[in-house]
Each structure stands twice: as structure tokens, then as C-alpha cells.
């Protein structure tokens, strides 16, 4: 997928590169400008935009995650 808009207006290109395993594929979306990069695993019945859609909402939830100060975890 190339560049597209983020939530904030700002232009992001985010990679996305397709692995099949067996009856599985694997797919890695990556963040050019921070080099994030999240993977799920799906079906090969799934479409290419299921599971981009997929990986792109993960990334986003990762980037989120990272860009906002959490409190510590307490165990």
C-alpha cells in the first residue's frame, strides 16, 4: 500500500509484504518512517484487502500504543 492519510491529516506510506505458509499467510505491515512493524497471520481464503485492512489496524493500535505515555505496569 503507498502513501495514504493518517488520522491527523499527515501523509503515511505503510509497506506491507505477503508470505504464504501452507494453507496460512503471513503478513507484515511496516511504518517507512518508523520502521514499526506488526504481523498477523490468515487464511489463504482471506482477500489481500481483509488482511491488509487487518495489519493496518494492528499498526495503528501499535502506534497509538507507542505515542502515548503509558502508566507503569504493575505485575
Do not use: Y
Not at 499498526?59 to 503509558?70: A, G
Amino acid at each position: 500500500m503507498g502513501p495514504g492519510r493518517g488520522g491527523n491529516g499527515s501523509s503515511v506510506e505503510v509497506l506491507f509484504e505477503f508470505t504464504q505458509l501452507g494453507q496460512q499467510v503471513r503478513v507484515a505491515a511496516i511504518d517507512a518512517a518508523t520502521a514499526t512493524e506488526v504481523v498477523i497471520i490468515a487464511p489463504v481464503t482471506a482477500t489481500r484487502l481483509q488482511m491488509q485492512s487487518i495489519a493496518l489496524a494492528k499498526l495503528k493500535r501499535k502506534l497509538s500504543e507507542t505515542s502515548t505515555p503509558s502508566e507503569p505496569r504493575r505485575f
